[in-house]
């Protein structure tokens, strides 16, 4: 089996022989490598896009300390292709784990001679299965090395490099093992999209809605806006209640009832006064009560990053 995202999705050879060295690869070292997961011509569209990006610094208090991109409409492309389904199944294949719902990550920049950082951690939180890093740096740099280790022995168990742009490696999450990465250095920048597999949504996001900010926020909604969902939102029924996530902006929210029933509604964009029109005539609901609950619940999305509203 060989995985490649190409500009049109995921691309999967079958091979069983290679399926099983993977599999075995994975079980025996707690990681696998992929090489050339990025193809050249997608590779060197996204380092032209992020060479242009900004990046901030990011103190992740006991983890280190980077630089984070911030270009909103790449990181949703490249949150899409990871989301891929194809791809997901073929991970799901590799390791043996039954479901990976979802990819979430960031970006990020590590210098030479600046004071970027990593420390001994564990990405053992929600529902995070694995941990993935992608290379997407212009060259390559020098070391970067990730290191894992046992969590009670201390003692360093795998010491994996992953230098070469386009490749990417995998490894799992455990409360048995830390990792972490040595400092860059040369004069090559180490470029690397990182984030989580994760089994399920995580709800953790459900308890940070951003709900103050919506209360003393003037709506702009008006008769004739246009409700739009962001791209890249997952949905999950949880004990019959529907939660909508964010993978991106880790954020979320959970409907119930009517609100079900407006999430089908707002999957394709639509007026804000067609909505009215619609819930209106399916339910007996007061329209001047039932407007000013549907406004706020707009903006709560809005500010979740769940939706825009165009006027």
Do not use: C
């Not at 992740?60 to 790449?74: F, I, N, R, S």
């Not at 791809?87 to 990550?105: D, H, P, V």
């Not at 740099?141 to 360093?156: A, F, P, W």
Request: no cysteine; hydrophobic share 40%.
């Amino acid at each position: 089996m060989k995985i490649q995202i190409t500009k049109n999705g995921t691309d999967v050879s079958e091979g069983s022989t290679q399926l099983q060295k993977l599999q075995e690869e994975f079980k025996k070292n707690l990681h696998i490598k992929l090489s050339n997961l990025i193809v050249s011509d997608l590779l060197k569209d996204i380092q032209e896009r992020i060479n242009k990006a900004d990046f901030i610094t990011l103190d992740h208090k006991d983890a280190g300390k980077d630089l984070v991109m911030k270009d909103p409409e790449m990181n949703q492309i490249l949150h899409e292709i990871v989301n891929d389904e194809k791809f997901l199944k073929a991970i799901e294949q590799i390791t043996g784990l039954k479901k990976i719902r979802y990819f979430s990550g960031r970006v990020y920049k590590m210098i030479p001679g600046e004071d970027h950082y990593d420390m001994w951690h564990s990405d053992v939180v929600w529902h995070r299965v694995l941990t993935i890093s992608i290379n997407l740096s212009s060259d390559i740099y020098s070391g970067g090395v990730l290191l894992i280790r046992d969590k009670k022995t201390k003692k360093i168990i795998q010491e994996i490099k992953n230098t070469v742009p386009g490749d990417a490696i995998i490894f799992s999450i455990s409360t048995d093992y830390q990792h972490m990465l040595t400092k860059v250095e040369g004069n090559i920048p180490k470029i690397a999209l990182a984030g989580w597999l994760s089994s399920h949504i995580d709800l953790k996001s459900f308890d940070n809605n951003q709900t103050l900010l919506v209360n003393n926020k003037k709506s702009k909604i008006k008769s004739g806006s246009i409700i739009m969902l962001e791209k890249g939102l997952m949905e999950e029924y949880i004990e019959n209640k529907l939660f909508i996530f964010n993978p991106v902006e880790e954020t979320g929210f959970g409907l119930e009832n009517l609100g079900t029933r407006l999430w089908e509604i707002v999957k394709k964009p639509i007026m804000f006064s067609e909505i009215k029109k619609i819930v209106t005539s399916e339910y007996d609901i007061g329209e001047e009560i039932f407007e000013k609950d549907l406004i706020s619940l707009f903006n709560e999305m809005e500010v979740n990053k769940l939706l825009t509203i165009k006027n």
